[in-house]
């Protein structure tokens, strides 16, 4: 059964980077497809999605706010997905979900940002101090 845990959140200054990780039970070498994301609640905010990936190709998308400073990517042989974030800003802080949905391969071979994802992990925390 799959399921997702991530892991790496913690307080950090601004301008500073992280890097956090969902074990993605299941998932990523699994032998079939799927759209994983990184989603951030911020206090008084809507959920939102930065960035996507498609574990048949490894294609990437991100959101306008976090482009050029976060990074997704998977690695198979851990099962794991990572988000690195860079040049961090306070505006940053919030809890931090993966969440998946299994896919049949995406007409242009990458996930895009607006799937209704299945599959979440309980989140892991981030806090940006200026």
């Known amino acids: 059964q799959a399921w997702l845990m991530e892991s790496g959140g913690d307080s950090v200054r601004a301008g500073g980077s992280l890097r956090i990780s969902c074990a993605a039970s299941?998932?990523?070498?699994?032998?079939?497809?799927?759209?994983l994301a990184w989603f951030r609640q911020i206090p008084g905010k809507e959920r939102e999605v930065v960035a996507g990936l498609y574990t048949g190709l490894g294609s990437t998308d991100y959101a306008d706010s976090v482009k050029g400073r976060f990074t997704i990517s998977q690695d198979i042989a851990e099962n794991t997905l990572y988000l690195q974030m860079n040049a961090l800003t306070p505006e940053d802080t919030g809890r931090y979900y993966c969440a998946a949905v299994p896919v049949t391969v995406p007409p242009d071979g990458h996930c895009g940002l607006k799937l209704d994802y299945r599959i979440w992990g309980p989140g892991t925390h981030v806090t940006v101090s200026s």
């Open positions: 299941g998932i990523i070498y699994s032998g079939s497809s799927y759209c």
